[in-house]
Every structure is written in structure tokens, then in C-alpha cells.
């Protein structure tokens, strides 16, 4: 897949819903493997930290197909959510959207952070893009680019 036929655009405050239920959609699988699924408290967990001003979402040929939230810390960036839908993963969509945070975070100067459910395959990605594992807790992975 070329680069540039993905496309990151902002959101904004009416797209929340929309968001939702695509994370809920991309995490259902994970979640469901270590009994945690909730649907609603998926959604409210989203709604709580929604900031449009630090969303994007991933459009592929004009369709919505994943979003990223990337939030500015004092002295990091963190990745706060990296969502591609179930139907367009494995395509290294994510990869290209993850490296185009990398960029980001590069240019600003500033190691990128990420949390990851313990038992997601997204602990492996984050592996495989150079990330290291920092902290964990109960259900949480932490990670850490510095670039």
C-alpha cells in the first residue's frame, strides 16, 4: 500500500459516536480474549478524554476506515489511541499512520508514548516499530520511543 493514499483528517465533537464505535469495534476481539468486554464502559472511557483537537481520522480512497488521538504531554507526546477498523487490518495501514507520528514526534523533538492492553497484538507492533516496554500494570502495557 503507497503512503500517500492515506489520509489523516481532523475530527471534531459531532464525530465522537462515530469514534466509539469504531474502537469499540477494533477492540472487541482483545478484549473479549481476557473476559473484559463492556461496551458501554468502552464507550465511556472514550468519552471522557474525547479531545477533537487532537484527533485524526485515517481515510482510506475517502472512507473512514481508523482514527489516532495523539495528545501533547510536557515532555512527550502520547499516542492515546491508534484505532483501524477489523475489515481494513493487517493491510499496514497502521504502520504508515504510526510512522507519520513518529515524524511528528521526531520533529518536535519528543519521545512518544503508548499504552497497550496486555493481551492485544498491538503489544507486538508497538514492538516491532522500535517502541520499549517501560511499565505495565494489571491490564496495561507502557511504552516508549525515543527518536
Same mark, same amino acid.
Given at each position: 500500500?503507497?503512503?500517500? *493514499?492515506?489520509?489523516? &483528517?481532523? /475530527?471534531? @465533537?459531532?464525530?465522537?459516536?462515530?469514534? $466509539?464505535?469504531?474502537?469499540? !469495534? =477494533?477492540?472487541?476481539?482483545?478484549?473479549?480474549?481476557?473476559?473484559?468486554?463492556?461496551?458501554?464502559?468502552?464507550?465511556?472511557?472514550?468519552?471522557?478524554?474525547?479531545?477533537?483537537?487532537? *484527533?485524526?481520522?485515517? &481515510?482510506? /480512497?475517502? @472512507?473512514?476506515?481508523?482514527?489516532?488521538? $495523539?495528545?501533547?504531554?510536557? !515532555? =512527550?507526546?502520547?499516542?492515546?489511541?491508534?484505532?483501524?477498523?477489523?475489515?481494513?487490518?493487517?493491510?499496514?495501514?497502521?504502520?504508515?499512520?504510526?510512522?507519520?507520528?513518529?515524524?511528528?514526534?521526531?520533529?518536535?523533538?519528543?519521545?512518544?508514548?503508548?499504552?497497550?492492553?496486555?493481551?492485544?497484538?498491538?503489544?507486538?507492533?508497538?514492538?516491532?516499530?522500535?517502541?520499549?516496554?517501560?511499565?505495565?500494570?494489571?491490564?496495561?502495557?507502557?511504552?516508549?520511543?525515543?527518536?
Amino acid at each position: 500500500m503507497d503512503k500517500t *493514499t492515506i489520509m489523516l &483528517a481532523p /475530527a471534531h @465533537q459531532d464525530d465522537a459516536e462515530q469514534l $466509539v464505535a469504531l474502537r469499540i !469495534a =477494533a477492540m472487541r476481539d482483545s478484549l473479549t480474549r481476557i473476559g473484559r468486554f463492556d461496551p458501554q464502559r468502552a464507550r465511556q472511557r472514550f468519552l471522557s478524554g474525547y479531545a477533537p483537537a487532537h *484527533t485524526r481520522h485515517v &481515510a482510506l /480512497a475517502g @472512507q473512514r476506515i481508523g482514527f489516532v488521538v $495523539v495528545k501533547p504531554e510536557p !515532555a =512527550a507526546l502520547l499516542l492515546d489511541h491508534l484505532y483501524i477498523h477489523p475489515d481494513s487490518q493487517g493491510k499496514g495501514i497502521g504502520a504508515i499512520v504510526l510512522m507519520r507520528v513518529i515524524d511528528e514526534a521526531r520533529v518536535q523533538g519528543l519521545p512518544l508514548k503508548v499504552g497497550a492492553l496486555r493481551d492485544s497484538d498491538s503489544n507486538r507492533f508497538y514492538l516491532r516499530h522500535g517502541f520499549k516496554l517501560v511499565g505495565q500494570e494489571q491490564f496495561d502495557n507502557y511504552y516508549l520511543l525515543t527518536v
